[in-house]
């Protein structure tokens, strides 16, 4: 007969064991045991987290839709007539699938062509994350890794990006991010309407357009002969100018086509008879352009 059988003694040998013995995954049940060699039996074990207060009483501490929150150091304490002993820590460690995945831009100012723009992943996981991919527009990965830059932005690379998150338990999805590359106006475009002949007196509508982010928010008008600005319209996409005069360019030619028919009648003039000879003579160039005066038309 052994001595622990004979003679009175308190607990001895106190030892936590874990069930199930591997891995632990969050939403399992777990059965931690504590087990010690008493005489008299043990008749009270008492269960501590960290080092806090009891959590719990009893032999065996059942832990029913496991989460990370119980993951942590755990012993247990096991009590007779004659006295008690606790035994060494356990960890116990929860593992769980990637959550709360989000993504951070830097700088997290305004995204301007031309700069440099940096996205990272950031998720919670156990273990921890082992791969990390980059999505835009739901088509597909566009990078790997937890940071995903890119150098000297343009516009192409404006859209809604995720990141995806993986561990050996699963994975995670970040809410989609919207990335709004900004530039300037680009390419600007001027279209007249009417688009066909313009006619002296009535209305036009110039209308310029431009690609721009944020859109554009001043147009200027300007009418040039040469370098010369002679008038200018701001904050307004369309110009429209009512009364058109020849200065319009087909109207312009126009008037150019009716000048020189004139000027050629007027070189080309009937002969006339001349009463006291009797005979036809054309009139002298000269006498043409002495009876011609030309008007500017303001």
């Not at 043990?42 to 496991?66: C, D, E, F, M, P």
């Not at 900004?182 to 431009?210: A, D, H, N, R």
Request: glycine residues 6%.
């Amino acid at each position: 007969m052994s001595e622990s059988n004979v003679f009175p003694d308190q607990p001895r040998n106190t030892t936590v064991s874990i069930s199930p013995s591997d891995a632990i995954v969050e939403s399992n049940l777990v059965m931690l045991t504590c087990s010690s060699d008493a005489n008299p039996p043990v008749h009270t074990y008492t269960w501590y987290k960290n080092g806090t207060g009891a959590v719990s009483l009893g032999q065996n501490y059942t832990i029913t839709n496991i989460s990370s929150e119980d993951s942590g150091q755990y012993y247990c304490k096991a009590g007779n007539e004659v006295g008690e002993r606790i035994s060494t820590e356990t960890h116990l460690n929860v593992k769980y699938k990637p959550r709360n995945t989000s993504i951070f831009i830097s700088p997290s100012g305004d995204i301007v062509e031309g700069s440099s723009v940096a996205l990272t992943c950031h998720s919670d996981a156990s273990p921890p994350v082992h791969t990390y991919t980059w999505y835009k527009n739901g088509t597909g990965a566009v990078s790997l890794g937890q940071n995903y830059t890119i150098t000297n932005i343009s516009s192409e690379f404006s859209g809604q990006y995720y990141c995806r998150a993986e561990n050996e338990i699963g994975d995670n999805n970040s809410t989609v991010m919207f990335l709004n590359v900004k530039y300037p106006p680009k390419s600007p475009t001027v279209s007249i309407s009417p688009s066909g002949e313009i006619v002296e007196g009535s209305s036009v509508t110039l209308t310029c357009s431009s690609d721009a982010n944020p859109p554009v928010h001043t147009f200027t008008w300007y009418k040039k002969n040469g370098a010369e600005v002679t008038f200018k319209v701001k904050n307004k996409t369309d110009y429209t100018a009512v009364g058109v005069t020849v200065a319009v360019v087909s109207v312009f030619w126009a008037v150019i086509i009716v000048l020189v028919i004139v000027t050629m009648r007027k070189r080309n003039p009937t002969p006339t008879k001349d009463l006291r000879s009797g005979e036809s003579r054309r009139p002298t160039q000269e006498s043409v352009y002495e009876n011609i005066v030309f008007y500017k038309r303001n």
